[in-house]
């Protein structure tokens, strides 16, 4: 009497044979999160361009206004006009630059939320084709198991 050892790799790669797996579903995913990698980085970058322009005509325009502080006055008080006015204006500058970045992140909130919703879509979408794919095609493998062999 001679012990028959058993091959499990062997069986163990028949099984995983009886039941393919379809990897078009993970290609599909992979392009949905690619895409929308893609888009979230657009609005990022989109944003940082906006943000990069409002602060360096916010500097330009602070520096202009400096530099005329800077100049020699004729009298005294024309240096405390001077301050005033460019406290007076860097007030302003203040406020409508707060007022651009936030009107930027309102848009940033509004297009992240569209491509979330969107995003949730197209995942949801591709995980049902896949769950429905994969059971037809387990379904399938199940019953070719199941019948007799001829």
Not at 22 to 42: C, I, P, R
Not at 47 to 58: D, L, N, P, Q, Y
Not at 110 to 116: A, F, G, K, P, R
């Amino acid at each position: 009497m001679t012990a028959k050892n058993t091959d499990y790799t062997k069986m163990m790669k028949d099984m995983m044979g009886a039941f393919p797996v379809d990897m078009t579903a993970v290609q599909e995913a992979f392009k949905t999160q690619a895409t929308l990698g893609e888009k979230l980085s657009g609005v990022a970058l989109s944003a940082a361009e906006k943000s990069t322009e409002i602060s360096t005509k916010w500097t330009k325009d602070t520096l202009s206004k400096v530099g005329k502080v800077a100049v020699v006055k004729e009298e005294p008080a024309d240096y405390a006009k001077a301050m005033t006015d460019l406290a007076s204006a860097q007030a302003e500058m203040t406020a409508e630059s707060m007022a651009a970045f936030a009107e930027i992140a309102k848009k940033v909130q509004m297009d992240t939320v569209e491509l979330m919703l969107a995003a949730g879509k197209d995942f949801s979408e591709d995980a049902t084709a896949a769950v429905k794919k994969a059971t037809a095609e387990v379904t399938a493998a199940a019953k070719k198991a199941a019948a007799p062999a001829k």
